[in-house]
């Protein structure tokens, strides 16, 4: 089992930054590779960002491309979101998951442990 929480969600308005963290606990954090979903009111939850266990290869939406960065710092056992020039549309529940493999996915269904979510909100 691995354990998943995140932290670092608020209030924020509209062209600031946030850096949102996911602490990780119960296995080798090494061994995953981590993404980052999020899920607004009334939608599905959607792919965000993604970084290789191996390599640190990293993946993302379009719509975040050039404003968000994933990373990992696997001393820590912990994986950063950093979200600049925020928009209210990235207004959502983030959710950090873990993927016991070397590569990266953007569905849902190959990720095998979650955290609970930490709310982002952007105003205008």
């Known amino acids: 089992q691995v354990q998943l929480v995140e932290s670092g969600g608020r209030l924020v308005q509209a062209g600031g930054s946030l850096r949102l963290s996911c602490a990780a606990s119960?296995?080798?954090?090494?061994?995953?590779?981590m993404g980052w979903f999020r899920q607004a009111p009334g939608k599905e939850r959607e792919f965000v960002a993604a970084?290789?266990?191996?390599?640190?290869?990293?993946d993302y939406t379009d719509s975040v491309k050039g404003r968000f960065t994933i990373s990992r710092d696997n001393a820590r056992n912990t994986v950063y979101l950093q979200m600049n020039s925020l928009k209210p549309e990235d207004t959502a529940v983030y959710y950090c998951?873990?993927?016991?493999?070397?590569?990266?996915?953007?569905?849902?269904?190959?990720?095998?442990?979650w955290g609970q979510g930490t709310q982002v909100t952007v105003s205008s």
């Open positions: 998951a873990a993927k016991r493999s070397s590569w990266t996915s953007t569905y849902k269904s190959a990720y095998d442990y």
């Open positions: 119960g296995r080798t954090f090494s061994d995953y590779s």
């Open positions: 970084i290789s266990r191996v390599n640190g290869n990293t």
